[in-house]
Each structure stands twice: as structure tokens, then as C-alpha cells.
């Protein structure tokens, strides 16, 4: 092991994987793995985590430091999602101070280098970065309905627990409650307790000020957002702009649209207008690099074992 950096000179990433691909996410940790970097792993408690895959994981790393945060039981759509992000922050600031804070998933990859990725945030200190929705599509995904009604039922979805049986039963139960709610106006009432809310993609990347602002708002997130429906993608820019200094901390402050060759604010090319979100295939390289020259840095969503082509493009990318 390598002695603790200076406190200042280092990122660090913040690895969410709730699904079993170990091998995609050690090769990922693989081209992660730099003396500048801090790596820290949230393994979903629902994930089987043997100690061979912890050793597989571990050995992916060499140059930098790699920190297991406790596991919690993350399902789709909940509260959990939240709850996961900020025990990274929580640990990351417990563990040291850093210049950057990138959150990325177990399926997602670098579009470059270490190198060409710290010379970037080198030059561009003191941002936050993320994909800001436009109002448009914020009105007509009914955005507000996610955080002014309470949902009980989300962890009982199809998209958290696949093989549940009872999951007809659940959805059924979660639309008498909706329903309840909006009969009696519950949500209209809580509407007017609200911040103005705002959306924006949970991947991102933040400075250490922006976090802790994050940690300090812990109880007013969780007042917010605790049976709120996708609320990853809300409580980031929601806390953060209700201080107006953090807006002018933007480095990309235009709406996307999801459309192919736009700038996404988090530097992470997502392809949302062939799926929700595509998973690239081999055929896809060409439009990676285009993403790459665009200024991506990273980019969702792989299946490493379905694109042998892809993966190899991927190391050629990052080398």
C-alpha cells in the first residue's frame, strides 16, 4: 500500500454497484486504479459478496486506496438511494479531505485516461458538475409528484426485487395510497412546505464544499425525501441551490434534451433516446469516441461479457 496522500491532492470515486457483475466491476476498478485516487465501494447488501469476489476486487487495485462502506439494502426508486450516496460522502470525509468527489455506478467506465481526467478537474477547480433537466421535461415527467405524495410501496417494485410474487399486490397497494392522497389533498399541502425542487442526474461530480453543504443538510434531506419516488435524481441540486452560490458553481448549467451530441453537464454520456437508459454494444465504439471528443469523461450503461469488442476499445481508450 502506498502512505496516505496529502490531504488536497487527490479525487475520489464513489462506486455504487447494486447488481453481481464483479468481473466488469474489478475491471472497472482496474482502470480507476491510480496513486491520485481514493476508491470507495458501496456493495447493495442484496448483492451475494463472497470473499473471493472481495479478493478479486481487491486485487484489482494496486496504486490506490480502496475503502469497503457498510452495506445497505438498496432498492429502485426509494429513499435507500439516497441513503447510499451520503454513507460514501460520510465516509470519504471521514477518511480525508479531497478535491473531487466523482459518483459513478458498477456499470459504468472511464472514456479516458487517469491522466487526462485529473488534468481536467485540475483546470477546472472549485465546480460541481451535473446534467440539469430542462422545464420542459421536468413539467411533463410530473417531476413534483415524485416528492409531494409519499410512496410505501417502491421496494416492493419488479425493478428491486425481480422474482417477487407479490409484486401485483404491492403496485396495487401503492396506487390506493396515491389515490388516498390526492382525494385528500395531502399532497397539495405539502406541496406548499416545499423548497423549489430541482432535477438533475444522481451521477456527478462534486468539491469538498458542495459535500459538505450535502452532510450538513442530512436531517432537511431526509425530512424532504424519505417517501419520495426517484429522489436521487432530485435531493443533489434541490439542497444544494436553495444556497444561491452553489448555481453559480455550475460548469454546464444547460438543460439537456436527450439527444445524441449535446454536452451532459456530469461529463457522463448517457444515451437515453435509444433506452432507459441503452446499454452500448460493440457497435457503439464510434459513438463512445465521438462522446470522448465531446468531453465525456465517463459514460453508462455496459454488459462487459455481451461486448468483448467494446471492452478492448475501452483499455485502448484509457491507456
Not at 59 to 88: P, T
Request: glycine share 4%.
Amino acid at each position: 500500500r502506498l502512505p496516505l496522500k496529502d490531504s488536497g491532492l487527490v479525487r475520489i470515486k464513489l462506486v455504487i454497484c447494486p447488481n453481481n457483475k464483479f468481473n466488469q466491476l474489478a475491471y472497472l476498478l482496474e482502470l480507476l486504479d491510480d496513486a491520485r485516487n481514493d476508491i470507495f465501494l458501496m456493495i447493495d447488501e442484496k448483492s451475494d459478496l463472497q470473499p473471493d469476489k472481495i479478493k478479486l476486487l481487491r486485487n484489482s487495485v494496486i496504486k490506490a486506496h480502496l475503502y469497503f462502506s457498510d452495506r445497505i439494502n438498496i432498492y429502485w426508486g426509494g429513499y435507500s438511494q439516497i441513503k447510499a450516496e451520503m454513507c460514501l460522502f460520510q465516509l470519504a470525509r471521514k477518511t480525508g479531505h479531497y478535491v473531487y468527489y466523482h459518483l459513478i455506478s458498477g456499470v459504468d467506465l472511464p472514456l479516458h485516461s487517469q491522466e487526462y481526467i485529473h488534468n481536467f478537474f485540475d483546470q477546472h477547480p472549485d465546480k460541481i458538475f451535473l446534467t440539469m433537466t430542462s422545464n420542459l421535461a421536468f413539467k411533463r415527467s410530473k417531476i413534483m409528484n415524485r416528492v409531494i405524495y409519499n410512496y410505501y410501496f417502491i421496494k416492493y417494485s419488479a425493478h428491486s426485487l425481480p422474482n417477487f410474487k407479490y409484486g401485483k399486490l404491492f403496485r396495487l397497494l401503492e396506487k390506493i395510497n396515491l389515490g388516498i392522497q390526492m382525494i385528500t389533498g395531502l399532497g397539495a399541502m405539502r406541496r406548499k412546505k416545499l423548497p423549489e425542487v430541482y432535477y438533475a442526474s444522481n451521477w456527478l461530480s462534486l468539491d469538498e464544499g458542495s459535500v459538505d453543504f450535502l452532510l450538513s443538510n442530512e436531517l432537511k434531506i431526509k425530512r424532504i425525501f424519505r417517501h419520495a419516488f426517484l429522489c436521487d435524481e432530485l435531493f443533489v441540486p434541490t439542497v444544494l441551490f436553495s444556497d444561491s452560490r452553489f448555481k453559480d458553481k455550475l460548469y454546464w448549467d444547460e438543460p439537456v434534451h436527450d439527444i445524441p451530441n449535446e454536452p451532459q453537464g456530469n461529463l457522463r454520456y448517457i444515451n437515453w433516446w435509444d433506452g432507459s437508459p441503452y446499454v452500448w454494444q460493440d457497435k457503439d465504439i464510434s459513438s463512445l469516441k465521438e462522446a470522448a471528443s465531446m468531453g465525456h469523461l465517463f459514460a453508462r450503461k455496459f454488459d462487459l461479457e455481451q461486448t468483448p469488442k467494446l471492452k478492448l476499445a475501452i483499455k485502448k481508450m484509457c491507456s
